[in-house]
């Protein structure tokens, strides 16, 4: 089952066990073996139990019931659920990824042209200056719209079309690494470094 080694499945902490990133079993394993990174061994009921663990003693380690591992020739090895990068203490700061989802998170759900609260279902995105027009995808171009009104709008600039934006948009500002990781794949360890 070596498909494992492309998901991303690992929790990456700085050295003072603050959540940084979100890597694949063969980034981890490269940092491990490099001594870059020490994976955590989390154990117990509870998961109370962690311990930093070196990749000499990783690879020794057991299996356990529900781990995911890879076959090696040496046998078997457990893949790390969060390892901690041991010579990195900042927390990156992120801007939030170009999305609808995000757009529309910024907007607050609402249009940007009427102020009308949306169901996510209600509203798209609308290019300010339209894309058949030379308008980019950016932060500052995109908004959060009435289907109706990004209809009405069409490839037309607001005035054209008699409408008028009721707050200019703007970039989000950038947050910490940490706000901006979800734990999609709901790993269990990776709630006690999550506020996900």
């Not at 090895?77 to 529309?104: E, G």
């Not at 798209?124 to 990004?150: C, F, M």
């Not at 269990?188 to 470094?193: A, G, N, R, S």
Request: net charge positive; charged share 25%; proline share 7%.
């Amino acid at each position: 089952m070596n498909d494992i080694l492309n998901k991303t499945i690992v929790l990456v902490l700085n050295r003072n066990w603050q959540a940084i990133n979100i890597r694949t079993p063969a980034d981890a394993f490269c940092q491990l073996a490099t001594n870059a990174a020490t994976a955590l061994d989390i154990g117990g009921a509870d998961h109370g139990d962690i311990r930093p663990v070196s990749w000499a003693e990783w690879i020794t380690l057991p299996v356990r019931t529900g781990d995911h591992a890879v076959r090696t020739p040496r046998g078997a090895i457990r893949v790390p659920t969060v390892i901690v990068a041991v010579n990195y203490a900042r927390v990156p700061r992120r801007r939030p990824k170009l999305s609808a989802r995000a757009i529309r998170e910024r907007d607050g759900n609402r249009c940007q042209y009427t102020g009308r609260l949306l169901h996510p279902a209600e509203g798209s995105l609308d290019h300010i200056v339209p894309r058949s027009r030379g308008g980019p995808n950016t932060w500052e171009n995109l908004v959060w719209a009435a289907k109706d009104v990004n209809q009405r709008k069409a490839d037309r600039l607001p005035h054209e079309a008699g409408l008028k934006l009721l707050s200019v948009p703007r970039a989000p500002k950038e947050l910490p690494a940490t706000a901006l990781l979800r734990n999609a794949h709901g790993i269990t360890e990776w709630k006690l470094f999550l506020n996900d």
